[in-house]
């Protein structure tokens, strides 16, 4: 029997998946085709291959993101996508693979909410799930005795105090990339009456959004106008965009803010000197780490690969499961 050891970064936007030694497998979005094959919608695809099936389908395709806010929002297709994506990882040549899976999560996450996710990999054929909060595997990689850490992924963002022993204080909000996003899209209809999707405005947010004040960067975005519902261009400009993406960042700023006050004293020297780590795809947004440092008065660091941490991080307790079971307070995990 071969043991795989996975560890799975949960999104409600993408999933990630490091093998043992800190490399990334996998890296797709969190997405299942399904399709009207016999009278009855059929799960067919998943990931990249899920947007191609979709795209190319007839009427009958829709696409599920069984994922929500880090929830399991659809148990079925989640299954599938984990059983897919895992079987594409396993090898072929063995009989029976031993999957062992670090499955990362949101420390907002309830114990039922927890536990769904859980029996969605054994339902995928798992053997061995141990569940951790993506704020412990982010830790795994970083030697600081203390670390204060903000992870903004898709759809929300967890900020939380960290040490060897476990998360100090911490929690989850939603908000995140996905907000700017939408905003793009309901700013850009209301102004120049132009309709763009969602995947138009993550376009615009990667290529145009920032928070530097003298960037006088432009780009130029098509859609359907509003009312004639007609191709059409317009030019837009990085300062306009500028207050929908600091509108964001400020509701996580505020909440950064509440979690520092909370620190114990015993920590808050040491995080004074280490500064604010950012994790998450959205930590790479221009101007980002300057818009934090002056309003939280702390160094800002980014993470090397900010969008893979988590499941890297998670990879580190399959070499270490004694600082796995202090950090969860379990005894003797194996």
Not at 168 to 187: L, P
């Amino acid at each position: 029997m071969n043991k795989i050891c996975l560890s799975v970064d949960i999104g409600s936007k993408n999933i990630v998946i490091a093998g043992m030694e800190s490399h990334i497998l996998l890296n797709e979005p969190c997405v299942v085709a399904t399709a009207n094959l016999n009278s009855k919608f059929e799960n067919v695809a998943c990931g990249v291959e899920a947007l191609t099936y979709y795209r190319n389908a007839s009427n009958n395709a829709q696409l599920i993101y069984p994922i929500k806010n880090g929830v399991v929002d659809n148990e079925v297709a989640f299954v599938y996508l984990l059983k897919t994506f895992i079987n594409r990882l396993t090898p072929k040549k063995f009989l029976k693979n031993y999957v062992s899976v670090i499955a990362n999560v949101s420390c907002g996450l309830t114990n039922i909410e927890k536990r769904m996710i859980e029996e969605s990999f054994y339902k995928a054929g798992v053997k061995e799930v141990v569940i951790v909060e993506s704020p412990l595997s982010i830790k795994a990689i970083n030697n600081d005795k203390v670390m204060l850490l903000v992870n903004i992924g898709s759809s929300n963002t967890e900020i939380a105090v960290v040490t060897d022993d476990g998360i100090v204080n911490g929690c989850s909000i939603n908000v995140g990339g996905d907000d700017i996003d939408y905003a793009i899209v309901d700013y850009i209809s209301d102004k120049y009456k132009l309709i763009i999707s969602k995947g138009s405005s993550e376009d615009i947010k990667l290529g145009l959004a920032t928070l530097e004040e003298n960037d006088l960067s432009t780009i130029t975005i098509k859609g359907k106008t509003v009312l004639q519902n007609t191709k059409n261009e317009v030019k837009i400009t990085a300062t306009e965009l500028r207050p929908l993406v600091q509108s964001t960042i400020d509701k996580i700023v505020e909440v950064v803010a509440s979690v520092c006050m909370m620190i114990p004293k015993t920590y808050l020297y040491i995080i004074e000197q280490n500064g604010l780590y950012l994790a998450g795809g959205t930590s790479k947004l221009s101007g980002l780490a300057n818009y934090l440092k002056d309003r939280l008065f702390l160094d800002i660091k980014i993470l090397d690969e900010p969008e893979f941490a988590v499941a890297e991080g998670g990879s580190k307790f399959f070499y270490d499961k004694g600082k796995l079971s202090r950090m969860l307070s379990i005894d003797n995990l194996n």
